[in-house]
């Protein structure tokens, strides 16, 4: 599904990086195999999104977001760079 919603931005014009595990080179059966993996893992998501986001690029996060904390500092980032 975040192929599908790249390609409508990047057909749109507009630049877009989908960031989620295989970009990130991590096996996602070692990632949540422990709460600490999966607690690196997340670690290793955000920074990669902070890194991307910007005002000219869609960040797509392809993950297990499933925590209302982690998305809502995942929020927190977006409103501080003025994303949103």
Do not use: H, M, W
């Amino acid at each position: 599904r975040a192929a599908q919603l790249a390609r409508v931005f990047i057909e749109r014009g507009q630049k877009t990086i989908v960031i989620n595990n295989e970009s990130l080179l991590i096996d996602r059966q070692s990632a949540y195999k422990s709460s600490q993996a999966e607690k690196t893992a997340r670690a290793n998501l955000k920074a990669a999104i902070e890194r991307e986001l910007t005002k000219d690029v869609v960040v797509i996060a392809d993950d297990l977001n499933y925590i209302k904390g982690y998305r809502y500092e995942l929020f927190c980032i977006a409103r501080a760079i003025g994303t949103t």
